[in-house]
């Protein structure tokens, strides 16, 4: 028996240069690539300039706001429109005959000493303090701002 030997086949070669596209296509293809990209950024470069330019509107709106509102508090803070804000309440201003000194020895607690002497004083306080429990005179306290 005749041992069997593949005959030869003739194979083309493959034609790279051939079956590829040609240097032009691979140009065109690039530049319309590029172009698309840059169309795309400033596309997108536009639609947020639109949208900060919105956002500084806002700010701007809300500026003006907030000014508006100063100015109308800062209107009401002036003595002329606490004034007539009080009177639309049903105050008025304090008269001479109702305000009291007190000095302040007597406010912090201590004991004012008097040309009568210290044993009236203490029986006035004693009085003071048994008939009407609320005169108790309370001690300042200093507040630091």
Same mark, same amino acid.
């Given at each position: =028996?005749?041992?069997?030997?593949?005959?030869?086949?003739? !194979?083309? !070669? $493959?034609?790279?240069?051939? !079956?590829?596209?040609?240097?032009?296509?691979?140009?065109?293809?690039?530049?319309?690539?590029?172009?698309?990209?840059?169309?795309? /950024?400033?596309t997108r470069v536009s639609e947020l300039t639109l949208v900060t330019d919105r956002a500084a509107i806002e700010l701007a709106k809300a500026e003006a706001r907030r000014d508006d509102?100063?100015?109308?508090?800062?209107?009401?803070?002036?003595?002329?429109?606490?004034?007539? +804000?009080?009177?639309?309440?049903? =105050?008025?201003?304090?008269?001479? @005959? /109702?305000?009291?000194?007190?000095?302040?020895? $007597?406010?912090?607690? /201590?004991?004012?000493?008097? @040309?009568?002497? /210290?044993?009236?004083?203490?029986?006035?306080?004693?009085?003071?303090?048994?008939?009407?429990?609320?005169?108790?005179?309370?001690?300042?306290?200093?507040?630091? +701002?």
């Amino acid at each position: =028996m005749k041992k069997r030997t593949p005959t030869p086949v003739l !194979r083309r !070669r $493959y034609d790279f240069e051939g !079956r590829s596209l040609p240097l032009g296509a691979w140009i065109l293809a690039l530049v319309l690539g590029a172009a698309f990209v840059e169309v795309w /950024q400033v596309t997108r470069v536009s639609e947020l300039t639109l949208v900060t330019d919105r956002a500084a509107i806002e700010l701007a709106k809300a500026e003006a706001r907030r000014d508006d509102l100063e100015a109308r508090l800062a209107a009401t803070r002036t003595r002329t429109a606490l004034e007539a +804000h009080a009177r639309r309440a049903g =105050m008025k201003p304090a008269e001479p @005959e /109702q305000i009291i000194v007190v000095p302040d020895a $007597y406010l912090a607690g /201590q004991s004012p000493v008097e @040309e009568g002497g /210290q044993a009236l004083v203490a029986l006035g306080r004693r009085v003071a303090e048994t008939l009407v429990p609320s005169a108790r005179a309370r001690t300042r306290t200093p507040t630091v +701002h």
